[in-house]
């Protein structure tokens, strides 16, 4: 079904089509992919169960030349740390100069456990060049990371990598999002903060996009949020990482994914400044000596890309928007969304 003002909505909202029967144009169709059954992940509850479930799916792959997407981050470096060896592939952004402790805790880590370093240097050119290549395999406008990840993953497919490895799940299984798991929300605050922009301020023809989080409505007003973060949260990040390794024809594996708490998170916990706290166990072990790292999202400087981008000019888009409100993120989904509608109807002129 073709319902453009809704993909639109979804996208800014959600940052993906989450209804999997709407689409943007005819012969367009995106299609997400399915989570992992929940019956059929390995159920763990200490930082030495998720060591031993990571090392035995890490061995299925033991007769391929193996790769990694490793950032500075515990979630890669923990499965870097499973490796016996292979190659890692570090983005590097403005020539080294964007976020250069991220980097060398990175190369920290490649060196811990004798991996092959290579940095994948993302420059704006880069990224133009892939993004279009990422719509139309996703009939759809992108993640601000699917242009990198697809880069790197090139990049690895030429030195003759056969596997990637990622480490992008953990965040959802083992209480990464504190921010979001920081309180009890109620229903209409978290609907607000969830939002990656909320569509009525940017689009002339905005869709509600609330009926996602109603199945997840409590009484009192309240909301089981993280039931909601467990599914279409989850399935926002995962279907990213899937095109982008598709339109490489490079095949993946995130070990996180596999995974589920056998036990309900620890949210006192969590609240207290322990985000991920098996996680972060399970990193001392397996790097000792080495500071535990902060949790941080994968690098991107999109603030610096669009510090002076005037915003969107297409028809749909409100007039005059202020963009001094908007992080580099959200700007990023503007200019994509604009990007893609201008690749499949462009606007004339004169």
């Known amino acids: 079904m ?10 800014l909202a959600f940052r993906f089509i ?31 169960e998720i060591g031993l479930a990571i090392d035995k799916q890490m061995a299925m792959f033991s007769g391929k030349k193996r790769g990694i997407l490793l950032s500075g981050g515990m979630d890669s470096a923990i499965v870097a740390s499973y490796m016996n060896g292979g190659e890692a592939y570090t983005f590097r952004f403005l020539g080294g100069d964007f976020q250069k402790e991220e980097l060398s805790r990175a190369e920290c880590h490649a060196k811990y456990y004798n991996l092959n370093l290579h940095y994948v240097d993302i420059e704006w050119e880069s990224i133009e060049k892939l993004v279009d290549d990422c719509m139309k395999s996703k009939c759809a406008p992108v993640h601000s990371i699917e242009p990198q990840i697809l880069k790197a993953a090139l990049q690895a497919k030429n030195d003759g990598v056969e596997i990637m490895f990622v480490g992008d799940g953990s965040d959802y299984i083992f209480g990464g999002m504190d921010q979001l798991l920081s309180k009890d929300w109620n229903f209409d605050d978290f609907v607000e903060r969830y939002y990656s922009i909320k569509p009525s301020e940017i689009l002339n023809d905005p869709v509600d996009m609330t009926y996602p989080f109603e199945p997840f409505r409590l009484p009192n007003n309240k909301i089981d949020f993280q039931g909601f973060m467990a599914g279409l949260m989850t399935r926002e990040s995962f279907n990213s990482y899937h095109n982008a390794f598709s339109v490489a024809h490079m095949p993946y594996y995130d070990p996180y994914a596999h995974l589920k708490m056998a036990e309900k998170l620890d949210l006192k916990r969590i609240r207290g400044g322990e985000p991920k706290y098996l996680i972060r166990e399970l990193m001392s072990k397996r790097y000792p000596g080495i500071p535990v790292p902060n949790k941080n999202p994968m690098p991107r400087p999109v603030d610096f890309y669009f510090k002076d981008w005037i915003g969107p000019t297409r028809p749909e888009f409100k007039r005059n928007i202020d963009m001094s409100r908007y992080s580099g993120n959200q700007k990023w989904q503007m ?5 893609f509608l201008n690749m499949h109807e462009p606007i004339k002129i004169g």
């Open 2 to 11: 073709v319902d453009k003002f809704y993909c639109m909505s979804s996208y």
């Open 18 to 48: 989450e209804c999997d029967e709407k689409d943007f144009y005819e012969n367009l169709h995106h299609k997400n992919i399915d989570l992992l059954p929940d019956g059929d992940r390995i159920p763990v509850k200490t930082a030495d």
């Open 335 to 339: 200019w994509c969304l604009e990007r």
